[in-house]
């Protein structure tokens, strides 16, 4: 890991003096709850439903991918097909299917899995980490492609993965099973690769790399997971090899449909406490926020600043997406390792990733700085909005500029009085989430 210690830089600003930080209250956002309670039941069920032919399964020896993108359940999700691969006669196993995150370093893909509490131990399997993989085919473009050794050398492989919308283009296939292939099970060497010719090829050649892997490799069925607006799991299809791309498109279609958004477009500053990797490969999801490093978000909320508080634990660290910030905390960047986060950007070739925004000494600094900084808008009562991050879309709060806007929201629930903004004696917001 590499840290860096940031310098305390002092500066006067003019007319800091005469910022007002509005009083904040809490409000609950509705979204549609559907979610699935019984998941181990679920997952047993469309797999004898959807699956034909369990006798093919018997004495092969199967890999499950398991992603680093933040899954509800994901233990339990794959503890399942575990329990039941193995009373249909397989040998299951899991590797770690996550392009370049953990450092791009077998020992640290695991670390992620632990943290999902999916371990040899817990899930009752082998799980084979290694960035070394096997080189399949190539794209009509000349791209070589490449999969995880393990994966490649298996009688089958099951392709598990969220199907959400991406944080860099849009198109029929996104985040979800294809991009697995394309990505995450080709290892850091298949992910650079892949990144190389930019984000803006991903629409076209994601489709051309899984009809390849298709062909090529001994791909046994697909396990799809669809999340709602409150981070629960909402859809799990299981489908048949020569079904992948098209459920893949159609699960995509659900997940662009239960993103969780906030009900009103204008914002002045908006903080965020936490970002991470577990919660969007830009650290906070452009399909919340309108920010992004590719084009195609702009019109999605009409944000002006955006203050980002800190990493969760969940990231390691790895701080891709701070560069969306107008301004964080020295305490913020002194958290960042820099070899991860870098290494993550390198990869996507994405460089301005990597960039860090100006920061101050504390929480309090930081929003009057944003507020400071806004153009055109009633310096006595700026539009604020505070997050715990962009899977946490319930519960949120606002600034009193709201107030009318949210007690007429027919899908806005008003939960608290207003109150000030609190701050330790350090500075530093107090943990209202």
Request: glycine share 8%; hydrophobic share 40%; proline share 4%.
């Amino acid at each position: 890991m590499q840290f860096i210690e940031f310098p305390k830089i002092d500066f006067k600003i003019e007319g800091m003096e005469d910022v007002k930080i509005p009083k904040m209250f809490r409000i609950r956002q509705r979204y549609d709850k559907t979610r699935i309670i019984d998941i181990a039941s679920h997952i047993r069920r469309r797999m004898e439903e959807n699956l034909s032919d369990r006798e093919q399964f018997k004495g092969r020896k199967l890999c499950i991918t398991a992603g680093s993108r933040g899954i509800p359940n994901l233990d339990v999700i794959i503890k399942t097909i575990v329990d039941i691969l193995k009373e249909w006669g397989a040998e299951p196993f899991i590797i770690p299917a996550m392009g370049s995150h953990g450092g791009a370093t077998a020992e640290g893909q695991l670390e992620i899995l632990a943290t999902c509490n999916i371990t040899e131990e817990s899930m009752g399997v082998p799980i084979k980490s290694s960035m070394d993989v096997v080189q399949i085919g190539n794209l009509p473009d000349g791209t070589p492609l490449f999969c995880d050794k393990y994966a490649a050398g298996s009688d089958g492989i099951i392709l598990l993965n969220k199907v959400k919308p991406h944080t860099d283009f849009r198109a029929k296939h996104e985040s979800g099973l294809a991009k697995m292939l394309a990505i995450g099970i080709a290892k850091h060497a298949g992910a650079s690769q892949f990144h190389m010719k930019g984000v803006s090829t991903f629409a076209e050649r994601i489709p051309q790399v899984c009809r390849v892997f298709l062909d090529k490799l001994p791909v046994a069925f697909g396990v799809g997971i669809v999340q709602n607006a409150y981070d629960k799991i909402s859809r799990i299809e299981i489908m048949e090899k020569d079904r992948i791309l098209v459920k893949d498109a159609e699960l995509q279609r659900v997940a662009k449909a239960s993103v969780a958004n906030f009900k009103f477009r204008d914002i002045d500053v908006l903080i965020i406490d936490e970002i991470g990797k577990n919660i969007s490969g830009n650290g906070a999801d452009p399909n919340v926020t309108g920010r992004s490093m590719a084009p195609g978000f702009e019109g999605m909320l009409n944000l002006k600043k955006l203050f980002i508080r800190g990493l969760n634990k969940e990231t390691h660290h790895n701080a891709c997406g701070i560069s969306l910030a107008d301004v964080t905390t020295r305490r913020c960047l002194n958290s960042v390792d820099f070899e991860s986060t870098w290494i993550n950007v390198v990869t996507s070739t994405m460089l301005a990733g990597g960039k860090i925004p100006m920061y101050r000494e504390t929480d309090r600094d930081a929003v009057m700085l944003a507020i400071r900084t806004c153009n055109d808008i009633d310096f006595n009562n700026p539009r604020v909005v505070r997050i715990k991050d962009t899977l946490s879309m319930e519960y949120i709060e606002v600034s009193e500029a709201y107030l009318d806007e949210c007690a007429a929201h027919p899908e806005i629930e008003i939960v608290s009085e207003p109150h000030k903004l609190e701050f330790d004696a350090d500075g530093f917001m107090t943990d209202v989430f």
